[in-house]
Nanobody, 116 residues
Framework: QVQLVESGGGLVQAGGSLRLSCTAS????????MGWYRQAPGKQRELVAT???????NYADSVKGRFTISRDNAKNMVYLQMNSLKPEDTAVYYC??????????WGRGTQVTVSS
């Protein structure tokens, strides 16, 4: 089992930047994939970015070129650097860990609000 705690959310103006952090309760070295998802009011939760054990990354088209996901296995942390933020990026951002296809864990989320 692994607990995930997100931090770094907040209120920022359009065009600004935020860095989200996800702290895991145990080593993430062997976790197949870590990722960030988001859910805006009235919308379904959607993939933002994932990073595999080997470092390969995957991004939603809407954030490509603006967001960067990274992981620090030594610190059991995953980050999401968000630049050039837009009002449509406003959502609750969740950290996700995929142990296997059947075993996944979620954090409780951190609110990101981008004002126009």
């Amino acid at each position: 089992q692994v607990q995930l705690v997100e931090s770094g959310g907040g209120l920022v103006q359009a065009g600004g930047s935020l860095r989200l952090s996800c702290t895991a309760s145990r080593t993430i070295f062997s976790i197949n994939a870590m990722g960030w998802y988001r859910q805006a009011p009235g919308k379904q939760r959607e993939l933002v970015a994932t990073i595999a054990t080997g470092g390969s990354t995957n991004y939603a088209d809407s954030v490509k070129g603006r967001f960067t996901i990274s992981r620090d296995n030594a610190k059991n942390m995953v980050y999401l650097q968000m630049n050039s933020l837009k009002p449509e990026d406003t959502a609750v951002y969740y950290c996700h860990a995929q142990i296997t296809t059947m075993i996944t864990y979620w954090g409780r989320g951190t609110q990101v609000t981008v004002s126009s």
